[in-house]
């Protein structure tokens, strides 16, 4: 079946532009996350979808950012007035259930703000 | 802040030779997993090693979790040119079911 998509694959905007980002899970996978990874570094946590409760919204940088998950499957990252510091890729994950689960990625948005 | 801290930071070796990469972590853990990433690319899930687990294989993959130590190692055997990447490891704390990533080993297999 299909992994986990997301889109745009590469985002060039102007800074103090806002930019969504769409990623689609594999159907059935309840748990969904979005991870940072800038150049040559590790993953940085952002935000986690589990079933109906609420999301785990402790790795936003700040309230310019926010993430919502309609219908327990598509979410949508947006980045609102972005600044140069978030340029990075941006990863979307999804799994079968928290806990004892590996999770899927995505390809990443690639997301450069000029 | 990262979890999980891997070593070395680069690795090169040459087709044939076995790489091993080391992972250390700080708080307990519920399992201890492996990825994989190519350039450009999401990661991929290598092999999963849960908390009371010693040793694990899985073809060329041998993971090792010592949780005294609090450390990790992979070992990939008989290395290929196509195992150049990178490579995390994710510890899962079991409490907000979140993984933290490692800032990852980059491994140069040459012919």
């Known amino acids: 079946g299909a992994g986990v998509s997301q889109s745009p694959s590469n985002k060039v905007t102007e800074k103090g532009k806002d930019v969504e980002l769409r990623c689609d899970p594999i159907s059935g996978h309840t748990a969904l996350y979005w991870y940072r990874q800038s150049l040559g570094q590790g993953l940085e946590f952002l935000i986690y979808?589990?079933?109906?409760?609420?999301?785990?919204k402790s790795g936003l940088p700040s309230d310019r950012f926010s993430a919502e998950r309609t219908g327990g499957s598509v979410s949508t990252l947006t980045i609102q007035r972005t600044q140069q510091e978030d340029s990075a890729v941006y990863l979307c994950?999804?799994?079968?259930?928290?806990?004892?689960?590996?999770?899927?990625f995505g390809n990443g948005t690639r997301l450069t703000v000029t | 802040s990262q979890q999980g801290e891997e070593d070395p930071q680069a690795l090169s070796i040459q087709e044939g030779e076995n790489a091993t990469m080391n992972c250390s972590y700080k708080?307990?853990?519920?399992?201890l997993q492996w990825y994989r990433q190519n350039s450009g690319r999401g990661l991929v899930h290598l092999i999963l090693?849960?908390?009371?687990?010693r040793e694990k294989h899985s073809g060329r993959l041998r993971v090792t979790l010592d949780t005294s130590k609090k450390s990790s190692s992979l070992l990939i055997t008989a290395s290929r040119a196509a195992d150049t990447a990178s490579y995390f490891c994710?510890?899962?704390?079991?409490?907000?079911?979140?993984?933290?990533f490692g800032t990852g080993t980059r491994l140069q297999v040459t012919l």
């Open positions: 994950a999804s799994s079968l259930a928290p806990g004892n689960s590996p999770l899927h």
């Open positions: 994710a510890t899962d704390t079991g409490t907000a079911s979140k993984l933290t």
């Open positions: 979808f589990q079933g109906n409760s609420a999301p785990d």
């Open positions: 090693i849960r908390s009371n687990e």
């Open positions: 708080t307990s853990i519920n399992n």
